[in-house]
């Protein structure tokens, strides 16, 4: 049989890496510390309060990474308009028909498992990308909601911007419900995510899972063509 | 009193002395409320002299769909003068619960009041509105509470909506809410209204504000819902006695253990102290003795607007509207990532299937390279 020639492609630069791992890291570290803010251990101790300050740490970790979490938000956003080409914003917002025709595409192969056909998409394919749009709308709605919360706790400008957020939801423990319950569509994000990075490696065989490592994705030398013209 | 003309009205300083309090008393209580009200130490003396100086502020209190626990509370703050100067007969032109005239008579002094002092006097509202079936779930004197509000409203010159029934509805405005109990910010527009929530408010905050209106002529600072930022500012979590248990994860993990004994933080027995703004931790009840979280309950949030629908009062996490009382958004998750998990599970063997001969053709692809190295060694 015929051996493919591989063309090198570099999709994800440097400061989409940098942003997607300290987003997981930072996600990671809010979906943790938020369950135990939601649901503390129970701790029997015999040590006074004075002597002991676990939640307090939980809360603050969860504090520190929620500013990581904000500011890397906004430098994503801005990246999607000074990045390449597959990370400019019009990979995650559906614009055009050719976008709907694409999402329909990969419905159907990966997720409806079409017999032995590839979606191959050099960035984002166009589902994984409205996905993301949604993940980006989400991550607004823990920004919002998060900071609303934080705001009454605070003296400073920045969670004082959010101020306004409990008035909209009428009262706190609403606000907290949305913030708790957007949660948990990180964690089956997260769970779907890693298992198609998986799936797209062991399928197309072009290297994505190193991708976000060294940026790089392997392309056919006839699907590069193609591409190209 | 002439009926005809419009009254001379004796200033609060000389009500009381009238009725038998001395200038020490009155000067206690001009104290009390600077301290209450948050002020520095000359506010006493703006205090003192609106009071000496200022005839009483004309006031119609309504009630609606409520159970006078607000009036209750008042009447109990910690120090008399304020039941007897404001809420008394001295002060209150109309009030069902607690002036002596009755029928017509009552009619009469409010319709007296409205038209004698139009733009000046304050109308304060207890309870909510009932809007559905034109208003016919609350009719006092054949009118309906609607119309009531609204001509009282007409030439008031701010509204205090007293406790969470004013304020937004309480347990009558609760799911399914069958007589349409509407608060009266949302029946009034284009008046100053403050809101003062709470089921009941504390009676030294309703005090507070009523004494603010007097003495500086005008509304208190309110934040963006409504509510005195002098009271409402602060979650009582913030100001919570048991906070440093919070803060070293010490918590009371059924109202029996020897965690509650100790007095542990309620926030995993349903304390909604964190996300309920009030002076409960501060000010407290009944002259200062006690608040729901000292006496080993958690906070119910009574002064945050949907408090009854967010329940249970004894659990943290409120319950997932639409899926059962006992749902929680933690229950839901779970089971949504489990369907996740086996729903990936599912895909990932039947991409074996599904993709056979492309994934055949990778192995092949890379067996035959890594075969051909070995040759080449």
């Known amino acids: 049989m015929k051996n493919k020639v591989l063309r090198r492609v570099y999709v994800w630069e440097r400061p989409v890496r940098l942003y997607h791992w300290l987003n997981a890291l930072v996600i990671v570290a809010l ?27 939980v809360r603050f970790i969860h504090f520190l990474a929620a500013y990581l979490f904000f500011f890397n938000f906004i430098f994503r956003i801005y ?36 017999r032995n056909r590839e979606h191959l998409a050099v960035g984002h394919n166009a589902l994984a990308g409205f996905i993301y749009f949604l993940t980006f709308i989400a991550f607004a709605i823990q920004c919002l909601t998060g900071g609303g919360l934080y705001a009454a706790m605070s003296d400073g400008w920045l969670p004082a911007l959010f101020a306004w957020v409990p008035g909209v939801f009428g009262n706190d423990q609403t606000l907290r419900m949305v913030h708790h319950i957007t949660m948990w569509f990180f964690i089956v994000f997260a769970i779907i995510h890693v298992y198609l990075v998986f799936y797209h490696d062991f399928v197309e065989g072009r290297g994505e899972m190193s991708s976000m490592g060294g940026g790089w994705k392997f392309i056919e030398e006839e699907v590069f063509h193609k591409h190209k013209a | 009193m002439a009926s005809s003309a419009k009254p001379q009205r004796p200033t609060y300083y000389e009500e009381l002395i009238q009725k038998g309090y001395s200038r020490r008393d009155f000067m206690k209580f001009t104290t009390m409320i600077a301290a209450y009200l948050g002020l520095e130490s000359s506010g006493v003396a703006q205090i003192t002299e609106a009071l000496m100086t200022k005839s009483r502020l004309p006031v119609i209190w309504l009630h609606f769909q409520e159970c006078t626990c607000c009036s ?37 002094a409010m319709h007296k009041t409205m038209t ?47 406790g969470s029934c004013a304020c ?46 007097v003495t500086f002529g005008r509304i208190p600072e309110l934040d963006r819902i409504g509510r005195p930022k002098a009271f409402y500012s602060k979650r009582v979590h913030d100001s919570c006695y048991r906070r440093p248990f919070y803060d070293a994860g010490l918590f009371v993990e059924s109202f029996d253990d020897e965690n509650a004994r100790k007095g542990y933080c309620l926030y995993k027995v349903g304390c909604k102290g964190p996300t309920t ?8 009840w009944n002259n200062g003795t006690s608040y729901p979280i000292q006496s080993g309950h958690g906070c119910i949030g009574c002064s945050e607007e949907n408090f009854w629908d967010n329940g249970p009062f004894y659990r943290r996490l409120s319950s997932f509207p639409g899926f059962g009382i006992e749902s929680t958004a933690d229950k ?46």
Not at chain 1, 80 to 107: H, L, Q
Not at chain 2, 82 to 90: E, R
Not at chain 2, 180 to 204: D, F, M, R, S
Request: net charge neutral; aromatic share 8%.
């Open chain 2, 332 to 377: 839901i998750g779970t089971i949504a990532a489990g369907v996740t998990a086996a729903g990936i599970a599912a895909h990932a063997i039947g991409t074996n299937i599904m993709k056979k001969k492309i994934i055949q053709s990778h192995i092949q692809e890379g067996r035959s390279g890594a075969k051909e190295l070995d040759i080449e060694k």
């Open chain 1, 79 to 114: 990246w999607g308009f000074v990045g390449n080409k597959y990370a400019n914003w019009k990979n995650f917002v559906p614009t055009s028909k050719a976008f709907f025709k694409e999402m329909w595409d990969v419905i159907r192969i990966d997720i409806f498992l079409k």
């Open chain 1, 31 to 57: 979906c943790i510390t938020g369950y135990l803010i939601g649901a503390p251990l129970a701790i029997q101790s015999n040590a006074e309060a004075s002597h002991s300050y676990w939640f307090g740490i």
């Open chain 2, 116 to 162: 004698d002092y139009p733009g000046e006097y304050v109308l304060c509202v207890e309870g909510s509105v009932p809007v559905d079936a034109d208003g016919a779930y609350c009719c006092i004197g054949g009118k309906s509470a609607v119309d009531i509000l609204q001509e009282a409203a007409a030439g008031a010159k701010a509204i205090i909506a007293w």
């Open chain 2, 277 to 284: 703004y009030n002076a409960c931790g501060v000010t407290k």
């Open chain 2, 72 to 108: 209750e509370s008042f009447i109990r703050s910690s120090h008399p003068i304020v039941a007897d100067i404001i809420l008394d007969k001295i002060s209150l032109d109309y009030t069902e619960t607690l002036m002596a005239a009755s029928g017509h008579q009552a009619e009469a």
């Open chain 2, 168 to 213: 937004n509805g309480c347990v009558q405005a609760a799911k399914p809410n069958p007589t349409g109990a509407t608060p009266i910010h949302k029946l009034v527009k284009g008046k100053p209204i403050i809101k003062v929530p709470g089921c009941p408010p504390i009676g030294e905050v309703m005090a507070g504000v009523l004494v603010h209106v």
